[in-house]
């Protein structure tokens, strides 16, 4: 849609460029940017100008842009959560191609299946303004359905994936409708069980050895922040959440 109340577009192209004027807001893919009114938001800095590689590779980290596309991140090889996670959006592959991973992160939506998979594999997200940089655990990034803890100013600069972290995983999610919207999805590796989608946060079960079906049921059930809206009830997402965390169990341990 049009954005009446935008005045200025620049393209950031250097570190120096992301010093944000009152009223600028930055832009990855603008799948959402651009798909309702913004009233608050009279600049636009563009951040797919800027000269970060989607996705390299070091010795213990797999590390993705934050401009990194959903698409790009879908085809890589090296988790098959990549491609879950990216086919977890009620976005079609239209979406994916542009939306970016750090968008969908900073978007901060129940629904955020970028978010679920940083929380996942315990990446730690890097977040820049045009002079500092910060590092916090995806786990610790978003605080509720829409709210995080960039500071005014700040961007998601990369998403940092421990290489320790792309071994065995299990997955599992589901909407009221083949195509709809996470109701809830869960993700387990060796010791953790992340639920999101169906919670307002993402949350970490984390456990020594592989829990008992018993102390994981009741983990679950001590989350308090079930979801409510048209696309699932707390009591389902809940009871949900519940059944997909002992078949993993059941699955992986
Ligand atoms: C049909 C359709 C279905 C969708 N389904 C889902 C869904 O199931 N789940 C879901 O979560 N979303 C969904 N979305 C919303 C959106 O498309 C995705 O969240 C997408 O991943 C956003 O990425 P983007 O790069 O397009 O973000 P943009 O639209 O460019 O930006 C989103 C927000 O994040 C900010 N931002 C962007 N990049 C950064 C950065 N690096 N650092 C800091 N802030 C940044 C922007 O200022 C803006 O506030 C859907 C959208 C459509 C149109």
Redesign the pocket.
Known sequence: MDLIAVQSVRVARSRSDLALAPGE?????????Y?EEQAHVTGIVD?LGMPWQPVTRSADALTLA?TCT?QTLRDLPDSPLFLQCADS????WK?QR???V???I??S?P????TSLAVALDATLVLWTATAERRVPAADFVTGVQSNV?EPGE??RAIEIPLESLGSSGFRRIALSPLG??GTLVIARPGLFTISGGTHRPHQLRFEHWPSAHALAAAVDAIDDWYDDAHGSPDWRQAMSRRFALELLEELA
């Open positions: 807001a930055v832009i990855g893919g603008g799948t959402w940017l798909s951040l934050a959903i959006l009620l976005a079609s979406i542009v939306a970016t750090g968008g969908n900073a978007l939506l629904a955020g299946s970028m960039l961007v998601i919207r996470t």
